[in-house]
């Protein structure tokens, strides 16, 4: 059986907007019920039973409402009613109209009598008190003929505003079912759903377990004296990573300490002169008062063909001191290691000597004079075309004239002014 669900709006009637507040208001008028249920019978829909959902509606319009009453009961099908919050005034109306209405437990009702305003002559004002004395009699009877309760219950109701609790509705037959609070439960997987999650899991578990594999592997060196391919050239692409936080520097275990560089040496002469001329005493890498070495971030360094990863205190370079670990606690064996960005790296008692790029060394330097000779020669006919052009220019335009001298002053001591122009309108 296809059930058409009608959500009811804030309030009953045409929707419109709020100059007073400068907001839109929704509304549902009957106009839209007969809508929803044409165009769902237009889109092939058997509309065996109608649904009206009351989230928050505190009423509005008595022709709308008891237009929508008297529609949905002349359809003749099955009407059920369910409040999910709140459901004020004529909404209440539109609530009777189910043949079943169902409330949630944490809803509430209010029913009051039908207002208005008249205003004119004494017949125009007696005509309005009796227009509004008939529909309050109309809604009363409604409210008599659905909850089964006397006229004077239903009156005491519609002299005030009326709040009902779920519990009391029931009580009270505006409502036929409580629908109680469910309490909280865990979540239920389908098979499917259950399937997908675990094998969502497993490619990530797996993945882990491979990276974790690669950086626990020992670094294994270049092979000896074995037959390499030709590399071929491909741009360089670093993949060094941040692997952990900064560090202390570490010395290797039964490693020399690096011998520091003629680079080296020059800056740290440079800046002990500079400290000297501004009157500042400073401590230089390797003094004796030094009492903590630099920190930098480890860095890892992959080798090619999976054979593990280097780790350094900082980028890897030229007397870098080299471990197997992240914690740089055990230091790598003597040999030639291959990157994957194409470098070689070679260590020795567990500081690096030599880094060789294999992939810039593959491609031959080019000939600059040659290059050179090639742009020049390609440039020729533009080169010579500028100089035809800028020829032909000088020869087509003369030389600007250079201004003579200013002429004398007048015998009065005024300078002459040349003759006005006159410039004709139309």
Sequence with gaps: MAELVIRLEKYIGESSFNWDTYEFEMATSAADVRMFVEYAEYAGQVVDSLCFEIGTCFGGSTLEGTDIYNYVQGLGIPIRTRILSFAGSMATILMLAGDTCEIDASASIMVHGPSGGTEGTVADMQSGLKWLTDTHQTLRDIYVARTGQPVEVVEEWMSKDTFFTAAEALAAGLVTKVLPIAPKAAPVLTD????????????????????????????????????????????????????????????????????????????????????????????????????????????????????????????????????????????????????????????????????????????????????????????APITKRMDDMQAAFNKAVPPTPRPRAAAAQGAEGKTPKPKATHHATM
């Excluded at 570490?250 to 002469?269: D, E, H, I, S």
């Excluded at 500042?280 to 063909?305: H, Q, R, S």
Aim: proline share 5%.
């Design 192 to 379: 499917a759903q259950a399937s997908a999650r675990r094998a969502k899991y497993a490619g990530h578990v797996a993945r882990a377990d491979k990276r974790a594999a690669v950086r626990a592997a020992v670094p294994k060196p270049k092979a000896k004296n074995a037959a390499q391919p030709a590399p071929t050239p491909r741009p360089m692409a670093k993949k060094e990573t941040t692997a952990g936080a900064a560090v202390a520097r570490r010395p290797a275990a039964g490693a020399k300490p690096a011998a520091k560089t003629t680079a080296l040496n020059a800056n740290q002469q440079a800046v002990a002169a500079l400290a000297k001329s501004l009157g500042v005493t400073i401590k230089m890498e390797g003094d004796a008062a030094e009492v903590a070495e630099p920190t930098a971030e480890v860095v890892e360094t992959v080798l090619a063909n999976g054979d593990g990863s280097l780790f350094t205190d900082g980028e890897l370079a030229v007397d870098s001191a080299v471990f197997n670990d992240e914690a740089l606690s055990v230091a790598t064996a003597d040999g030639t290691y291959e990157t994957e960005d194409g470098r070689d790296v070679t260590i020795a008692a567990g500081i690096v000597t030599e880094i060789t790029d294999t992939v810039a060394e593959a491609a031959a330097p080019a000939d600059t004079a040659a290059i050179t000779a090639v742009i020049t020669a390609a440039l």
